[in-house]
Every structure is written in C-alpha cells, then in structure tokens.
C-alpha cells in the first residue's frame, strides 16, 4: 500500500447531504408534538402561507404553516397571541435552519376544552347517538319552523332573512336563549325541550353565529345534546361557520354549515315550488284536455250506434229477409251440385264394372304359370346344390387324407409348409385320414439340399 494515509480519510460530504441527513435524524427523533408559545414576527405570504417565530422567556423557533394548513383556521395568527402548537420538528434543508412545521394551531389554554370536548364525542358516539339510522328525516313540507337562538343574534336575522326569500308562507316561532356563557347551556336545553312539548313546529333550528372555539362551548355541553337527541322534532343545526363543528352538529338530525343554509335546507323555495306547481298544472290540463278529447269521440260513436227501437228491429228484419235470400240460392246451388256429383259418379261406375270370365281366364293362365316358374327353380337349386356338394368333396380335407396325404403341425399348432420353418428335434404332430402321431426330427433336408 503506497498512501496508507489516503485510506483513513473519512469519506467527503455536500452541504446539501449534511442538511438532509440532520433533517432526517431530527424527523425521527423527534416525533409530532405540542408546544406553547408566543408568536412573534408573524407574516402571511402571498402563497397564502404563514411564517412566524415562537417564543418564550428564554428562547425561540422558527415556524411555517402552510396554505392548506391555514384555511382550516377559525382566526388569524397575531403578534403577541400565546397559542399551542402540534408541529413536527424539522430542518429546512435550503438554509440549514430549524423549525417547525405546523399542522394544528389554537389559542392557548384550550387544550382542556378539547379534551373536555373529545371525551364526551367519544362517549356519546359510543352510546350510538351519532348513528344516522336514529336521525329523523326533514319534513317536505312544513307549516312552521322554530328557531332557538339569541334575539340578538346576527344569526336570527340571517335565518328569517332566508325564511322570508325563500318561504314567506311559513310560521315562524322563536325561542329565546343565551347562545354564550355560563348559564347558556341550560337555557338552550331548555328552550329545545319547551318546543318539543309544545309541538308548535315541524322543523327546529339551533342556530348561533361564528366565533371562538370558546364562543361556540355553549353546544359542546351534554345537557345541550341529550335535549336534542330526546327532542321528537326534527333538528337543524346551524351553529358556526362551515370549518367549525360542535357536540350538537354531531347529534341533530341534520347539521347545516351556517344559520342561512340551515334556514335553506328546513325550507322549501317558493319560486321552485310555483314553478313545480305551474308545471303540473301544464301537464294536468294537457291530461284533461286529452281524456275529454278521448271522452267526446266515444261519445260521438257511442250516439251514432244509437238508434230507435222500430228502426232498430226494421233493420233486424231486413237483415233476416237477406240471409234466408242467402240460404235458399245456397241451398239450391249445392242440391244442383250433389246432382252433378252423383251422375258422374254413376258414368264411372258403369265404365269400371269388371268381365269376370276374361278375369277367371287370366287368373287360370297365371296359375299354370306360377307352377311352371316353380318346378323350374326348384330343379335350378337341386342342380346347385348338387355342384356345391361336389365341390365341396373335392375340398374337403378328409378326402385328401384319405388319398394317404398327411398333415404336419409343430408344437403350437401351426401347419408346416417348408422344412426351414422346424429345427431338428424338434417335436412335431403328423394327423393321417385315421389317428395322429407325434414325431421328432432327426434330419432336415430344404430344397437345396435336393438340388
């Protein structure tokens, strides 16, 4: 080895390398997590994403939460807001910095409401309550519509402003509760109970405006669900904006992303329901107009079928006068008929009488010719029989024995022919005309030894 010291070198890195191996190990290292902290140099990018630093006492980290993140978000990231964090530790590997990759974000000290919030989600969905199989349907089309909500409220506006546009003709009737607070929870429930005993309405709606995880708490509460699963009129919920759910969003029969889609889905429209109604109305007078055309042309048949009894049994009358017509010349052509039938049927008659003495005549020669014909081929199959029978002489195996011929087989039975088919000693069968023998060969002679 001529450089021993090249080889100790330990081996050559990129800065880009370095960066993505630390990434890497502090991934794994480090797993997703929450954090507290105060946010400081916060800016929203025009990508829509969001980039600040967290702070504490003693120390601070970067952090990013991306535009996909940030659209689930119920309130905007300030200067000097203290928020918990569920981020994963990482480095961007571009500038070697570290930070945190933000997944979810809320305002500090809620942390016990959302367990508060997931343990009684969890409880209830685990006594069924949530089962869309125990959820009432929407009537089609309701009288009146109760609302539980705020006086107040900007969301009581909302709903009877989409009432009034979409449905004017329905009753509306308003059940006053806190919708935040202390002492909201109750009320509502109470509010939901009293419309379900009063049964005034055919469509409930619970309905708030947006807000704060903690301005929404008061429909988090299991007083609040429980009075909503107990009510027997169907539920609406409308509480919040599209991105936030609470308790009772889980447990009404239909949950609505704000208080005016919750008013647009207890509702029908009015305009779509006179154009419904125009339609059928367009069809239901084509039908009619249809079924008396139908009516009018039977009736048109049915009066030019009716007539006068007299007339009526004239025309039997003349009716039978022209079938006997009918009958007699029918009657009439078919005796002329069966008259014309049986003359020619007499002719022919007459014309095939049989001569029984030229039959008697013929029947004598026919016999006298049938016993020839007889005589003459008995004597044909005498005279065969005869020459098969000679024939048969001449082939007969017997006859030729009997002329002192013999017949040799070896020991399988088979006929010998030459003498190259024995070999000497070999055991050999001779049948005379009289008896057979067995024999052994001593000596073979072929036909060329003969010659």
């Known amino acids: 080895m001529l450089f021993p010291e090249l080889e100790l070198r330990p081996p050559v890195i990129t800065v880009s390398e370095l ?5 890497h190990a502090l991934e794994q290292a480090l797993p997703l997590m929450w954090i507290v902290g105060e946010i400081s140099n916060c800016m929203r990018a025009a990508s829509g994403h969001c980039y600040f630093a967290l702070k504490d006492e003693s120390a601070q980290v970067r952090c990013v939460m991306f535009r996909q993140k940030m659209q689930w978000l119920n309130f905007e990231p300030q200067n000097g807001m203290q928020v918990e964090v569920r981020a994963v530790p990482t480095l961007f590997e571009a500038r070697g910095e570290f930070q945190l990759n933000i997944e979810i974000i809320r305002r500090s000290g809620l942390g016990a409401l959302f367990e508060k919030f997931d343990q009684l989600k969890r409880k209830l969905a685990a006594e069924g309550v949530f089962d869309a199989a125990r959820k009432k349907p929407l009537p089609v089309f309701p009288k009146a519509i109760g609302i539980v909500t705020s006086r107040a409220a900007a969301a009581l506006h909302d709903v009877l402003s989409a009432l009034a546009r979409r449905a004017p003709m329905l009753s509306v009737i308003l059940y006053p509760t806190l919708v935040q607070g202390e ?3 109750a009320q509502i429930a109470a509010a939901i109970k009293a419309a379900d005993r009063r049964s005034e309405c055919d ?6 405006g947006g807000g704060s995880f903690e301005d929404l708490w008061a429909f988090n509460d299991e007083t ?4 909503i699963v107990d009510c027997r009129i169907p539920v609406v919920s409308g509480v919040g904006h599209e ?3 609470t308790i009772a969003d889980y447990v009404a029969d239909v949950r609505a992303p704000s208080p005016t889609a919750a008013a647009e889905l ?4 009015r305009g779509e329901l006179l154009a419904r109604l125009s339609k059928l109305h367009g069809c239901l007078a084509r039908e009619m107009a249809r079924a008396m055309s139908a009516k009018a042309q039977q009736l048109d048949y049915c009066a030019r079928r009716l007539t006068h009894p ?8 003349a009716q039978i006068r022209h079938l006997y017509s009918r009958l007699g010349a029918a009657n009439a052509r078919a005796v002329e008929s069966r008259r014309w039938r049986l003359q020619e049927l007499s002719l022919r008659l007459g014309a095939g009488t049989p001569n029984v003495v030229d039959h008697k005549r013929r029947l004598a020669e026919l016999a006298r010719g049938l016993q020839r014909g007889i005589g003459q081929c008995l004597q044909r199959a005498a005279n065969a029989i005869a020459h098969a029978q000679v024939q048969i002489a001449h082939l007969n195996p017997q006859a030729v024995l009997e002329r002192g011929f013999s017949i040799t087989q070896d020991s399988r039975g088979a006929i010998i022919r030459d003498s190259a088919e024995i070999a000497p000693h070999e055991k050999l069968r001779i049948t005379f005309a009289t008896g057979w023998a067995q024999t052994e060969v001593i000596v073979r002679s072929g036909r060329d030894d003969d010659a």
Request: contains cysteine; charged residues 20%; positive net charge.
């Open 310 to 317: 007299a007339r009526y049994a004239q025309n039997q009358l």
């Open 224 to 227: 609040v669900a429980r009075a």
């Open 203 to 208: 469509v409930l709606i619970v309905c708030r």
């Open 183 to 185: 002492a909201a929870p």
């Open 266 to 269: 207890s509702s029908p429209h």
């Open 19 to 23: 960066n993505r191996t630390a990434r």
């Open 243 to 245: 991105t936030d759910f």
